[in-house]
T-cell receptor, first 115, second 112 residues
Framework: SQQGEEDPQALSIQEGENATMNCSYK?????LQWYRQNSGRGLVHLIL?????REKHSGRLRVTLDTSKKSSSLLITASRAADTASYFC???????????????FGQGTILTVHP | EPEVTQTPSHQVTQMGQEVILRCVPI?????FYWYRQILGQKVEFLVS????????KSEIFDDQFSVERPDGSNFTLKIRSTKLEDSAMYFC??????????FGPGTRLTVL
């Protein structure tokens, strides 16, 4: 798989359920960032997790990072119809200690939350 | 994080024409980036820009592309001679003093 691959590719759930999306990557990273994109719109930053962190929370979002498995997960709890969007993970490689490098994106997970 | 603007929101051009896409960031932004997303595909890095110089560019960013920050405010991406395959959403992005990259709303470029 390529750097920053999400699964599943599509996820359909009912309002109130939890949604879990996974991301795998291949090379050593400095940090991993999750973004949301509504159809045809811009990318909204959700959360950043650094390589020395294992878990972060932000509101209904919970992100985990397992650098030994080169994987991350995004959990959205108590989902709402407004959470319907594409979700992308993106990584910055661990290169010379800088955290300002290019982001490498995955294909994304399309989440549909039914009212 | 304050909003930035990208203009135009939608640009339609004929193949072979030059286009200039603009991003108006906030003055204290540090690093600037351009990415593109072809319809239905993943977001791809084009170029990063720091201290008025290109710091990194991808294979996509060939001689047809250029970036500059001519007046210290606008950050522009120029495509000299557009091709059909340049049709995509183009996003500028930036960081401040943290390492989070924030994205603009994008410009949809359609090359006919």
């Amino acid at each position: 798989s390529q750097q920053g691959e999400e699964d599943p590719q599509a996820l359909s759930i009912q309002e109130g359920e939890n949604a879990t999306m996974n991301c795998s990557y291949k090379t050593s990273i400095n940090n991993l960032q999750w973004y949301r994109q509504n159809s045809g719109r811009g990318l909204v930053h959700l959360i950043l997790i650094r390589s020395n962190e294992r878990e972060k929370h932000s509101g209904r979002l919970r992100v985990t990072l397992d650098t030994s498995k080169k994987s991350s997960s995004l959990l959205i709890t108590a989902s709402r119809a407004a959470d319907t969007a594409s979700y992308f993970c993106a990584t910055i490689p661990n290169a010379g200690g800088t955290s300002y490098g290019k982001l490498t994106f995955g294909q994304g997970t399309i989440l549909t939350v039914h009212p | 994080e304050p909003e930035v603007t990208q203009t135009p929101s939608h640009q339609v051009t004929q193949m072979g024409q030059e286009v200039i896409l603009r991003c108006v960031p906030i003055s204290n932004h540090l690093y600037f980036y351009w990415y593109r997303q072809i319809l239905g595909q993943k977001v791809e890095f084009l170029v990063s820009f720091y201290n008025n110089e290109i710091s990194e560019k991808s294979e996509i960013f060939d001689d047809q592309f250029s970036v500059e920050r001519p007046d210290g405010s606008n950050f522009t991406l120029k495509i000299r001679s557009t091709k059909l395959e340049d049709s995509a959403m183009y996003f500028c992005a930036w960081t401040g003093f943290g390492d989070t990259q924030y994205f603009g709303p994008g410009t949809r470029l359609t090359v006919l």
